[in-house]
């Protein structure tokens, strides 16, 4: 099974409309992230959090919002969808380790097309 | 801000040959880390390699190296006897070290693609 797993991993909706987009992971990491990939662009932060009480915007929160339910649980909501939410979203998650790179392992992504 | 540059949109090799992806990044930071990750089609984000900036010694992985030139802000990747399995995008990130330091920001990414 997988560590990180998204759902869905594809979604087609309509402007307007509330999207909740799910990421839960096995591998005991408290920090997790969202990001937003688009051609050209290459992946950009939306929010991170580093334990269940601790939530941050990062580069381009405008328009999203997110919720911790639970260590292992990191939600993306979009609220009122637009055309140019259509991306390719990825949740990540990491285990800061003093000393060592804090590095981050990915979902499969999920691919958001707003009409 | 950091930013991270890949000034090459799209490359192309032959298999078993040896490719060069580029990477330059601006920071004013001292202490930080530098990653390649690979995405297939599949669209999976795969860690390729990382870097921290404090070892002045060239991380490898197989074969996959790079070449980091702290003074010049350059993290180039080499890939050695490429594989059908190498096409893919490729994404530098850079990430700054530190408890608070580790949001990864992303170049545009690099096509890579192997041919037979």
Known sequence: DADVTQTPRNRITKTGKRIMLECSQTKGHDRMYWYRQDPGL???LIYYSFDV????????????????QAQAKFSLSLESAIPNQTALY??????YD?????????????????? | AQTVTQSQPEMSVQEAETVTLSCTYD?????????????PPSRQMILVIRQEAYKQQNATENRFSVNFQKAAKSFSL???????????MYFCAFMKSGEY??????????????KS
């Open chain 2, 101 to 114: 330091g580790n949001k990864l920001v992303f170049g545009a990414g690099t096509i890579l693609r192997v």
């Open chain 1, 98 to 115: 003093r000393g060592q790179s804090d590095t981050q392992y990915f979902g499969p992504g999920t691919r958001l097309t707003v009409l």
């Open chain 2, 27 to 39: 920071t004013s930071e001292s202490n930080y880390y530098l990653f390649w990750y690979k995405q």
């Open chain 1, 90 to 95: 990825f949740c990540a998650t990491s285990d």
């Open chain 2, 78 to 88: 080499k890939i050695s006897d490429s594989q059908l399995g190498d096409t893919a």
């Open chain 1, 42 to 44: 290459g992946l950009r």
């Open chain 1, 53 to 68: 009480k601790d939530i941050n915007k990062g580069e381009i929160s405008d328009g999203y919002s997110v919720s911790r």
